[in-house]
């Protein structure tokens, strides 16, 4: 079955835009689905194509050869939307992956390295609550402020 859009050309550097943030995000995780990335991947090639046909189409999308496939334009992204989407969101999952890490070395501590390693994730998670909620708290109020690393006299 054929669907047909009809989207005016800002309706559509928007989808290209969205399509983009999204592929970008998705990259991450492609591995775990390959062939629903592909699909993805072709659908955002075709709609990023499409978009650089637009008047200043060419300033906002690239066609990179080597990997065969279209792409914001970097400039672009650093003064756009999509790029503040995606500063964004690096900046939380920066956050989350230290919060994490950091409650579970708090585990480790308390419970040692091969009883962690035995746990699975459910039950890390659990364990960990507590001490993310108060890192959460600590990083929001403070960021890195207050973190004090101890590197080892050899490896200054």
């Given at each position: 079955m054929n669907i047909s859009l009809k989207l005016t050309g800002e309706e559509l550097a928007l989808l290209a835009d969205m399509v983009w943030v999204a592929m970008v995000v998705a990259e991450e995780a492609g591995e775990q689905s390959p062939l629903l990335f592909r699909q993805w991947k072709k659908l955002s090639d075709s709609i990023l194509k499409s978009a650089q046909q637009l008047p200043d189409g060419d300033q906002h999308v690239n066609y990179i050869p080597e990997e065969r496939s279209f792409?914001?334009?970097?400039?672009y992204v650093n003064t756009s939307f999509p790029g503040d989407i995606l500063n964004e969101y690096r900046d939380s999952l920066f956050w989350e992956?230290?919060?994490?890490?950091?409650?579970?070395?708090?585990?480790?501590?308390?419970?040692?390295?091969?009883?962690?390693?035995?746990?699975?994730?459910?039950?890390?998670?659990?364990?960990?609550?507590?001490?993310?909620?108060?890192?959460?708290?600590?990083?929001?109020q403070h960021?890195?402020?207050?973190?004090k690393f101890i590197l080892p006299p050899n490896e200054i």
């Amino acid at each position: 079955m054929n669907i047909s859009l009809k989207l005016t050309g800002e309706e559509l550097a928007l989808l290209a835009d969205m399509v983009w943030v999204a592929m970008v995000v998705a990259e991450e995780a492609g591995e775990q689905s390959p062939l629903l990335f592909r699909q993805w991947k072709k659908l955002s090639d075709s709609i990023l194509k499409s978009a650089q046909q637009l008047p200043d189409g060419d300033q906002h999308v690239n066609y990179i050869p080597e990997e065969r496939s279209f792409s914001l334009a970097e400039d672009y992204v650093n003064t756009s939307f999509p790029g503040d989407i995606l500063n964004e969101y690096r900046d939380s999952l920066f956050w989350e992956e230290l919060v994490t890490r950091m409650a579970d070395m708090l585990i480790v501590r308390n419970v040692g390295m091969e009883q962690f390693e035995r746990m699975n994730e459910d039950e890390r998670r659990a364990m960990t609550a507590s001490y993310e909620k108060q890192l959460w708290q600590e990083c929001t109020q403070h960021g890195l402020e207050r973190f004090k690393f101890i590197l080892p006299p050899n490896e200054i």
